[in-house]
């Protein structure tokens, strides 16, 4: 690990322990007699604190990346906020029995896990939109969180800078989706919800144009249900316009992989089985495709791929498998390494991060 990393990461350890505030906490698992109701207002409470703690997080790495190197990030990538336009829509998403309108792919995928009987279930999707006056093209962009935290404006908190430089560099409306979350939505529903966008991006929608050029962007969980949509996107769409690109960063594409760590103490590995089985269910097993898509030896269909990869990844795991998967299907895939960790990242480091992604999405949706 490179000087830099390491003292940073030493840096945001201390204010940590200064603080009094650890980590986050993991996706509490439903207790053997505890009801239902009482487990999701537990989840519900845990989410609201891990999104707390990761915007925290944010500001800390910032922080710390000031007093260390004199600079932090958003001083690196240059502003465009004030060109910028900001506005929200609400979508109703399909249910289950409509999923054929989505595409076969889609309507023939595992059903995973049910909601939890008594969630407070919701058939809508809310997207927050980052634009410029004249976009050119769009991208459609799903935040991390593990599937089950993340999303509204803890995500423009921790990842409004690449937002901006996106919208910016590339001239495109930014669509940030607030998908449907697990447990109360387990899987396909957020991959229904990215879809459902595609399809609004494609029509027009809250008085943007209907665009042909469009990319799909996401972030560790969210890379993994990018992929995903991707595929099923390109399944239904035998004739154009095709996605223009596929971005990721830190993506978790090998849901069977576990971080040795992990493995090795036995409340961690208890919690990583609970944040799965909210997500997936019993019937979906963390090495199918549905949930690893970089199992496959060929992923077929892919539109061009760039995937930025943590050095120090101590989460997220198949970026490479999933490029050379790409690659054997006749596509384009670039996987560039980074020194940092799945959550953080040096000033220089992550800036120069983004300015590749945002490059790279402007040549696709040029």
Not at 1 to 25: F, K
Not at 315 to 326: L, M
Not at 327 to 350: F, K, N, S, W
């Amino acid at each position: 690990m490179n000087v830099d990393l390491a003292e940073l990461l030493e840096d945001v350890a201390s204010a940590r322990d200064a603080s009094g505030d650890g980590g986050a906490r993991p996706l509490p698992p439903r207790g053997r007699d505890e009801s239902v109701e009482h487990w999701l207002s537990v989840v519900a409470s845990a989410r609201h604190d891990a999104d707390r703690r990761a915007v925290e997080h944010r500001r800390i790495v910032d922080r710390a990346a000031r007093l260390r190197f004199g600079v932090e990030l958003s001083q690196l990538v240059p502003s465009a906020s004030a060109d910028l336009e900001r506005s929200s829509f609400t979508l109703a998403v399909p249910m289950r029995a409509e999923l054929a309108d989505l595409g076969s792919a889609l309507a023939h995928a595992p059903v995973g896990a049910e909601p939890p009987s008594g969630a407070a279930l919701v058939d809508h999707v809310t997207v927050r939109v980052t634009a410029p006056r004249a976009p050119r093209a769009a991208i459609v962009r799903l935040h991390g969180g593990a599937f089950w935290m993340g999303g509204g404006e803890v995500s423009h908190a921790i990842d409004g800078v690449a937002i901006e430089r996106m919208a910016h560099v590339a001239n495109a409306a930014v669509f940030d989706v607030d998908y449907r979350l697990a447990p109360e939505h387990p899987f396909p529903a957020a991959i229904i919800d990215t879809v459902t966008v595609l399809a609004a991006v494609r029509s027009g929608v809250a008085g943007l144009p209907a665009f042909a050029n469009i990319a799909l962007a996401g972030t560790s969980s969210g890379g993994n249900i990018a992929v995903l949509a991707a595929q099923v996107d390109a399944a239904v769409r035998s004739t154009e316009p095709r996605l223009a690109a596929l971005a990721l960063v830190v993506p978790s594409l090998l849901l069977s992989e576990v971080p040795d760590a992990v493995r090795a103490d036995a409340q961690s590995w208890h919690q990583r089985q609970a944040q799965l089985t909210g997500y997936l269910g019993t019937t979906i097993a963390p090495t199918s495709p549905w949930a690893s898509p970089a199992v496959a030896s060929v992923a077929s269909g892919m539109p061009p791929v760039f995937v930025a990869v943590a050095e120090h990844d101590e989460v997220a795991f198949g970026a490479d498998r999933f490029c050379r998967a790409v690659r054997a299907g006749g596509g384009l895939a670039e996987h560039r390494t980074y020194a940092m960790t799945h959550v953080t990242a040096t000033p220089h480091v992550e800036a120069a991060m983004i300015e590749d992604l945002a490059q790279f999405l402007a040549e696709r949706l040029a």
